[in-house]
């Protein structure tokens, strides 16, 4: 969560950027996300797998309670090897060049009379960017009624949030707290569709092996 808000915060700052170095630095924060992604999506499949294994909140039968504890065995197993890369790229020269440059277009920008209303204003364009895509995946998926539709969904809901999160820290016309109710939704939505999506993934992992 907290590589997507710096991608977001880097994202307005690109404006005090040439391209080269904001491309550079959006590169960076994509691989950190994904490193971390890959080692969020392990520890979630196998929460629920636990919960449902153990004899928690799901009720498996025995043969696939049987398969659940082997997925988590498997997966326990290649954890540490996601940790280590995640890490080891957290610590990497591409980071910490990325928070470097993004520092150094900060500095740039206070010194600069004009910054901060570029900023401000591709803030309100990415706003507006967002919400027509969030009303787009919202129909689509009200239609298609997919695992794929639903998450595309949940994607833009949480790129939304995390915009919507900066504006509201950024106070401007309105005051700091003026984007609650909005954020409530925001994250209610991503809650649900992402737990939708959780599970869809552990159904699909465990369908395969025992059929």
């Avoid at 994509?30 to 196998?46: I, Q």
């Avoid at 470097?100 to 960017?129: C, D, F, N, S």
Wanted: hydrophobic share 45%; charged share 30%; net charge positive.
């Amino acid at each position: 969560v907290a590589s997507r808000r710096l991608a977001e915060a880097a994202a307005l700052l690109a404006v005090l950027m040439d391209k080269p170095t904001s491309r550079m630095v959006d590169s960076s924060l994509r691989n950190l996300r994904k490193a971390a992604g890959e080692l969020r999506d392990l520890d979630v499949a196998c929460e629920h797998l636990m919960a449902g294994g153990g004899g928690g909140k799901w009720r498996m039968p025995a043969v696939v309670r049987k398969v659940a504890k082997e997925l988590i065995d498997e997966l326990q197993g290649r954890r540490g090897e996601l940790e280590r890369k995640l890490l080891e790229y957290a610590r990497s020269a591409n980071v910490t060049g990325a928070m470097v440059l993004a520092a150094g277009a900060i500095e740039t920008g206070e010194k600069a009379p004009a910054a901060e209303g570029q900023v401000r204003g591709e803030l309100t364009r990415r706003m507006g960017r967002r919400e027509k895509q969030l009303a787009k995946a919202f129909g689509t998926a009200a239609k298609k009624q997919t695992a794929d539709a639903l998450h595309g969904a949940r994607f833009a809901a949480k790129k939304l949030r995390y915009v919507v999160e900066l504006a509201d820290a950024a106070g401007g016309k309105r005051k700091r707290g003026g984007h609650k109710k909005e954020l409530r939704f925001l994250k209610g939505v991503q809650q649900l569709l992402g737990d939708h999506h959780d599970v869809h993934v552990i159904v699909e992992m465990l369908a395969g092996r025992v059929a």
